[in-house]
């Protein structure tokens, strides 16, 4: 769920991430579960659905984010639309990202985030 763009990306708004950040499962966990808490299932899109989409978010020190999110991979389907608008107002609402360690901030500070309606519907 959590990537960081490689070192030859420059400063991570073009490439696909190559490295993913090393955060601890307890970190991932507590990162994933603070952005279930912002996300809502769209409408006609059911949580079976298996549309896979990455968007990437760039964030500060803080937790907060440097610039909207922004979508770099998706499959072409009908629920796609809706499926992005979501997933970017989940990011949206739930910064700050506190929980994300401060030591790790070189890891952490882009992150590239898989969504899909079954992955994010799951407890």
Known sequence: MLNLPGPNTGDGSGAEAETKAHLTSDERA???AHLKSC????????PSDHLKLVVRMSLKQNGT???DPQLIEAG???IG???VQAAIKAIKQCAP?????AAKYKEWRILDINFSPDEM???
């Open 97 to 101: 990202y506190t929980m994300l360690p």
């Open 76 to 78: 072409l389907s009908p």
């Open 81 to 83: 639309p809706p499926l």
């Open 30 to 32: 507590a990162f994933k």
């Open 39 to 46: 996300w809502q299932l769209p409408a006609g899109v059911k």
């Open 65 to 67: 984010l440097t610039s």
């Open 121 to 123: 519907s799951r407890g």
